[in-house]
């Protein structure tokens, strides 16, 4: 696409069409000189927000998630990423106003990883989450989940702990962000981060995974 420096393999947008797709994108491979390019595609409202962001960090996972998602609906609508016009809210996800409101999104970020889930037929909620070695996860298991789960856990192998604890918490965040009763929460794996979408309808396949690249402006 020219209007866009992520690359894509058309191959793996067609499952789209009938399940889901998962763009993960790693924001190091992103050029600071390029970011001014996908400023320019925000709203107002989206500018405004980037604007206020403190720490460098949350503003760049902000800036290409609104971008890889534009991409990526682009790819879904065959349209130019720029056209897609995006609401935001406060304290919710935003909005797509154009050019198809029917069209269903989620987007997640965790430490460098940035990641939006498409689909055309049921409304999704992701979760990706970079795991770290070197939490706690056994006191935050017990938070979150309660004695039971963190029991579990303490029962099993350093390795298998992280993966489990990191799974449920993965799990537990994408169902709330799909907002609705789960009709299916699928595990993606990844060699650093835990990934789970959750659908409010079955999806066809298991959802592809798309690592967009960058190419030459």
Do not use: N
Not at 56 to 68: S, T
Not at 150 to 170: K, V
Request: glycine residues 6%; proline residues 6%; contains cysteine.
């Amino acid at each position: 696409m020219a209007d866009c420096a992520f690359a894509y393999s058309p191959a793996a947008m067609s499952p789209v069409l009938s399940g889901a797709t998962i763009w993960l994108l790693d924001s190091r491979t992103i050029a600071a000189a390029q970011l001014h390019r996908y400023v320019s595609w925000l709203g107002p409202a989206e500018a405004a927000r980037y604007a206020r962001f403190a720490r460098p960090l949350r503003q760049r996972q902000f800036l290409l998630g609104r971008a890889m998602l534009r991409v990526a609906m682009g790819e879904l609508l065959q349209l130019p990423a720029k056209s897609v016009v995006l609401e935001e809210r406060a304290g919710q996800a935003p909005l797509l106003l154009s050019p198809a409101p029917g069209a269903q999104f989620s987007i997640s970020h965790s430490g460098h990883w940035v990641a939006c889930a498409l689909s055309a037929t049921t409304r999704l909620g992701l979760d990706i989450e970079l795991r770290d070695p070197g939490r706690d996860v056994l006191a935050l298991a017990g938070q979150a989940f309660g004695a039971a789960v963190a029991a579990e856990l303490q029962g099993l192998p350093e390795a298998a702990r992280l993966a489990l604890f990191y799974r449920r918490w993965s799990e537990a965040e994408a169902r709330y962000k799909l907002g609705v009763a789960a009709a299916s929460c699928v595990a993606v794996a990844h060699a650093e981060l835990s990934i789970v979408l959750c659908s409010a309808a079955p999806l066809a396949q298991a959802p592809a995974l798309v690592v967009p690249g960058l190419v030459p402006d």
